[in-house]
């Protein structure tokens, strides 16, 4: 894969860095995906949001073990957490169940409109102003959506319903993650995040007396879903310090190819050219915005 030229000052292996830790997020956004489809024909997606939130929890408990790092937990704003956590924990269960219902490119092609949700959600929840560039590449994601969804009788479905609705969720967790970043440091963010989400996992899995153990078979599965959530986040973030968005986010889109091919030959998924086309507009939408804040601030 190609590495689009640094922008001036910023040297080239940096450049190259950055890519690589977001090829990490890929891998990671993947196995994710294949591991989520693994485990939902044993059990539901409040179990499996228990379960990596469980893993999440451990991961996160040994890491501010080692690094002394208790003081940096707080609960200054409580709301901002739970109102995050809600956010997250409805768009990741709306996306464990599209990515068994509608192909996975689909599902992919989907989720990359939630950037382009975090900029009509700013100027409500952030106060930001909507300017006209960002107001067409919003026009522009919405186009893309269409060309994904395609809406008729025979292609508008719950799956895709709840692949779109996740990207929403998921645009709200952006937002109120800036929120939370202007006070608390990403430790605190990360911790409340698995607390938070496996106490509503266990209410959640638990509302019908019936929570599933999981099987041997299973169990892997579950640990690749927990690690691999905090190992994507933590690529992008490390991708982020080293390059500016512009560099970083489109090496991102190499989710859409990689997991068409995962599609066609782990499940038989036809690759459909429209979703290919319409995250390309989403895409573009995406570019066009980042390349104009990334402007501003020179």
Request: hydrophobic share 55%; aromatic share 12%; glycine share 8%.
């Amino acid at each position: 894969m190609s590495v689009l030229p640094a922008p001036a000052g910023l040297e080239p292996a940096a450049t190259l860095r950055a890519a690589l830790w977001m090829l990490g997020s890929v891998a990671s956004f993947s196995l994710m995906a294949v591991a989520g489809r693994a485990v939902s024909f044993e059990l539901d997606t409040f179990e499996i949001m228990m379960y990596r939130s469980f893993v999440g929890f451990v991961i996160i408990g040994i890491f501010v073990t080692l690094t002394g790092s208790f003081r940096q937990i707080t609960f200054r704003t409580p709301h901002l957490h739970i109102l995050r956590n809600i956010a997250h924990f409805t768009g990741q269960n709306l996306w464990f169940f599209a990515i068994t219902a509608i192909p996975l490119a689909q599902v992919f092609a989907l989720e990359f409109t939630s950037p382009l949700w975090v900029l009509v959600l700013s100027p409500l929840l952030l106060g930001e102003r909507m300017t006209a560039i960002r107001a067409t590449a919003a026009i522009l994601g919405f186009v893309g959506i269409m060309i994904v969804a395609r809406p008729s009788p025979e292609t508008v479905n719950i799956g895709t319903i709840a692949a779109a609705s996740a990207a929403v969720g998921f645009a709200l967790t952006i937002v109120f993650t800036k929120l939370l970043t202007r006070t608390e440091r990403l430790v605190c963010i990360l911790f409340w995040m698995t607390t938070m989400q496996l106490v509503f996992g266990i209410v959640c899995a638990g509302f019908d007396g019936d929570i599933t153990w999981p099987s041997p078979r299973s169990f892997p599965w579950l640990i690749v879903i927990g690690c691999g959530g905090l190992a994507a986040h933590f690529c992008v973030t490390k991708a982020l310090s080293l390059a500016p968005a512009t560099v970083v986010i489109p090496v991102d889109f190499a989710r859409l190819p990689l997991i068409a091919v995962v599609g066609l030959l782990v499940y038989g998924e036809p690759v459909d050219l429209m979703v290919i086309l319409g995250a390309m507009v989403i895409f573009g939408a995406n570019y066009l915005n980042l390349w104009s804040e990334t402007r501003k601030r020179r």
